[in-house]
Structure formats: C-alpha cells, structure tokens
C-alpha cells in the first residue's frame, strides 16, 4: 500500500493569509514545488482534502481545486475511493528536466578541460574566442566615440512622431523584414540628395543598425574559412557581426590614405569579402583616397570578390562634399552599402539599412524574411515622416555645424593641455579623433587612469584585430558640450601626469 505523505507534508505547507497571493494559489506552488523537486515521491498517497483543509485551517473547496489542477497538468492522480496520488510518471518528467537545466556547477561551457561536449556550440566558441574584449557602455559619457549629440535632436518632434505611428492599426501587423516601402524611399531619396548615390528602393533593406547588417551580410555572402580582408585598425561592429559566418579574417594595414590595398594583396588576393569605412575611417578619420578607391574596386574584380562600404557617418562632413561612394565607384557592382541612424539620430533607435546591387536583390528578397526580423513598424513610419519631411536634413544640416564647432574646440584644447602627450589625427567628419601617443605611454594604464577620474577614452588596441606600432586614444567629441573640454582635457593631461614618470 502506498505510503501516505500526512506530517512531513504538513509541516512544509506554509500558507500566509497576508500575503499577496490567495491560499490556493500558494498551496498550488507548495504542492507543485514539492512534487517537481522530489519531496513527495511518485505513487505517494496525498492526504484527504478534508484532513489537509483542517490541518491547514483553509476551506475544503481550496483544497479540491488545488487538487483538481494538479490533476489536471498531470501531476496527480486520483483514484476513485482511495484518494489522490503523486503520478509516477514524474520521474521521466524530472530527468528531462534536469536535462534541460543541469545544475549550474556541472555546465561546462568550454569542453577543454573536461573532454566532454560542451554545452553551446563548438561554432559559438570559436567566433567568442576571436572578438576583441568586450567594451563597457559607460554611463560616463566625456570622450565616447559612440553617442551623437542628443542634445541637438529634436526631441519632442520625435515623440510626436512615434505617438502618432503608434496609434495607427495598420501599423500593428507582422510586416515583412525588407522594410516599409516608405521607409525605403525615404531612404533612397535621401542617399541620393546627401551621399549621391542612385539606387531605388527595392534595393534598400532595413535593419536594426548596422551590426545586424553585417550578420545577416555574413550570412548570405560567406563560407567558414572565405578570407575576408578587415581594417587594422578597423571596426569592432563590423568585424563581430561578420564573426556569424567563421570566416578567415585579414587584418589589413591602414595609413593616412585609408586601407593599404598593396599590403592588402601582399597577404592574400583570394579574397571573398572586404568590409572598409571609406567615408570615415574608423578609427583613424581619415578618407579613403581616390586612387585607393580604385584600387580596391579593381583588387575586389580581380578577386571576384564582395566590398562592404561602412557608411556609418558620412552624412556628417564638416565643410566639404565626401568622394563619390564606393557604391556609385563600382562599375561591377560588387558594393554592398550599409548605412546606419545610430550617428544621426540615435544609437538606441536601432535603426540601419543596406543598399545591394540590383543583380542582388532577388536572392536577398528570397531569404529575407527567413533570416531577419522585421524592425517595429511604428518606428520605421515615424523615421520615414521624419525624413521626408525634412526634419531629418535640418538636423543633419545642424549636426555638421555643431560637430565642428566641437571638434575646434576639442583641437584648441588638447592643444592647450595635452600637445605634451598627444598628436591628433585631424579629420573632416563625424564626432571623433584618434590621437597618437608621442611618448611611450601603456593604452590600458592611461585608459583607467582617465577612467578613475571619470572620463571615458578608447585605447587604439580595442580597434586592432593584429597588433600595431602606433599607440593611441581615441576621443569622441559628439556628446560634449562646449563648456566642458576644458574640464575634461585638464583632467586627461592629469590621468597622463599620473602614470608618466618624470
Ligand atoms: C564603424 C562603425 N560602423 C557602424 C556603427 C553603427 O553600428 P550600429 O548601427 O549597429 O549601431 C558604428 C558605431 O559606432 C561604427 O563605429
């Protein structure tokens, strides 16, 4: 005869009138709990609802109910005249779900040690092993190289915008991943007024920022093992979005004419892939030249190979027309562009797009939807309105003006405080500078220096996927204003005293 749960159970079961939940419910959880960690066994007798109601001084019917349920999600069973049992077909139930959740000292994510699988794959560990340390979104914000000025971002237009979009119906379906057709000639219209170049809309996509670009890039054009020419130094979002697809990757140098596509081919000329910042080189700030352009796009031909043009603020030239894009350059049309609203708006939109060539757009239209998921239509609605009705270049317009202002400044006063320790790299775009130490001086040393006093710099190293000679911090200007570069430069000069031996 099967063993009767009675005073054990009892005395586990307790029940708080005061609290937030009604008895029910936490003699449900109780009994559920005990059931699913193994207290009360499979085949144990429950005792009757009317004993449990007394003991417990609850009602009866709260006692049936809470029976009833079990029952009724298998974990009970009642037998006519004999009462309700635990369901022995709970011990298959627990080892699946230990299976499920192994107790956290036991999972072994990396299997070197333990000779065992691991438990995520060996894929995933591979591309984790090649990212470049993780870097910290600070709160502190002097010197990020990565927020635009929000200060100068019409903030309430917006809200009204994302209000308004938000109320519609229509706008709150599934929707396909390609993006809102209005979103797109926003797009294109826009590309072709600020960056000149011709495309329509259906050859834009729309992505959430320019990492999901690059992933979903990786996805449709590499192989594991394809050799993908990367920018050294170069950026991080691009080379951890194509990290999805294993590929080799080619640390290619970079000087003060951008990518050097001769050092580039010294390496290898059998190459699937080059993702560059042509407009803006990240993080040097220089501009890719002509005749590097060109070499580039005839390396690429000769290669068969794919470029990725990472525009991610060539909207932002100070006081000059940028050079024609690589997408407009390629008489092959083998130039992928991505672009992003992360610099023009705001990172935390999570809003970008890519333009493929139009012998592409089929095989992306395929797959699109199986791969991507759609943006939040709301938000492409009110970027679409906010830029077809202008608000998008007005603001643009002042961006470029404020960015210069600030990268004045942000020159006058490292002048002032720190031509001892730094040369900067001039640049004509965007809202960072990459600044060259002129002493031997530690990146990591400096960068918590200046961290223990409250300013955020980058080391040059967080950029480099293979080392480099040169030492360096780079110094965002996008979100500083005006009254603070004193301030924030005499404290870096102080973060430099500090670890600089006299
Ligand atoms: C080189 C480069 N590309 C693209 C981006 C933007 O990425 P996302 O659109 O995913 O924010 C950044 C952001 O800092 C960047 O530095």
């Known amino acids: 005869m099967a063993k009767s749960s009675g005073g054990s159970l009892l005395s586990a079961i307790k029940l708080d009138k005061k609290a937030g939940k ?7 959880i109780a009994l559920r709990d005990m059931i699913l960690n193994g207290s009360l066994h499979g085949g144990e007798r429950l005792p009757a609802s009317r004993v449990l ?11 049936i109910s809470v029976f009833d349920r079990l029952t009724s999600e298998g974990l009970l069973e009642s037998r006519t005249g004999s009462g309700s049992f635990v369901k022995d077909v709970f011990s298959q139930q627990k080892k699946l779900i230990s299976s499920l959740h192994p107790p956290t000292k036991t999972i072994q994510t990396n299997s070197a040690d333990s000779g065992k699988r691991p438990m995520v794959s060996r894929s995933f560990l591979k591309k984790a092993s090649q990212l470049p340390a993780p870097v910290a979104h600070s709160v502190s914000q002097s010197f990020s190289t990565a927020i635009p000025a929000i200060d100068a971002f019409p903030l309430p237009l917006w809200a009204r915008l994302v209000a308004k979009h938000s109320r519609l119906p229509d706008l709150t379906r599934y929707n396909s991943s390609k993006g809102s057709a209005a979103l797109r000639h926003a797009i294109a219209s826009h590309l072709h007024t600020d960056r000149g170049l011709v495309c329509d809309a259906e050859q834009v996509y729309i992505t959430s920022g320019a990492h999901q670009a690059f992933s979903f890039l990786a996805h449709l054009l590499l192989d594991p093992g394809d050799k993908v020419w990367i920018e050294n130094p170069g950026s991080r ?3 951890n979005g194509l990290l999805q697809s294993e590929p080799e990757l080619i640390p290619v140098p970079v000087d003060d004419e951008g990518i050097n596509v001769a050092a ?23 501009l890719l030249s002509l005749p590097r352009r060109l070499a580039l796009l005839e390396a690429a031909d000769q290669a068969n190979a794919w ?12 006081n000059k027309e940028p050079l024609s894009t690589l997408f407009s350059l390629s008489q092959q049309q083998r130039v992928i562009h991505v672009g992003t609203f992360s610099k023009t708006i705001f990172p935390a939109l999570r809003l970008g797009y890519f333009v493929v060539p139009d012998h592409l757009v089929e095989s992306v239209d395929k797959v699109i939807n199986s791969f991507l998921p759609a943006v939040p239509l709301p938000v492409q609605a009110a970027v679409a309105e906010f830029i077809e009705n202008g608000h998008f270049a007005t603001h643009i317009r002042r961006s470029k003006k404020l960015y210069e202002e600030r990268y004045h400044a942000m020159m006058h006063n490292i002048d002032r405080h720190l031509a001892e320790y730094l040369n900067p790299i001039p640049t004509a775009t965007g809202f960072h500078l990459l600044n060259l130490f002129r002493h031997d001086c530690d990146e990591a040393a400096l960068t918590q220096a200046a961290s223990e006093r409250g300013i955020l710099v980058r080391p040059l190293s967080n950029y480099c996927a293979a080392a480099v000679e040169e030492r360096g911090i780079a110094l965002g200007y996008g979100c500083i204003r005006p009254d603070e570069f004193n301030a924030s430069c005499a404290t870096l000069a102080d973060a430099f005293r500090s670890i600089i031996k006299t």
């Open 53 to 63: 109601a007394e003991e417990l001084s609850i009602s009866r019917t709260t006692v």
């Open 264 to 286: 580039g081919q010294q390496l290898t000329r059998d190459f699937r892939l080059a993702t560059v910042t042509p407009s803006h080189q990240q993080p040097r700030g220089v």
């Open 22 to 28: 009604s008895l029910q419910y936490q003699l449900y």
């Open 307 to 318: 470029i990725i043009e990472d525009d991610y603020d060539g909207e932002l030239f100070y």
């Open 237 to 239: 979002v691009a080379r």
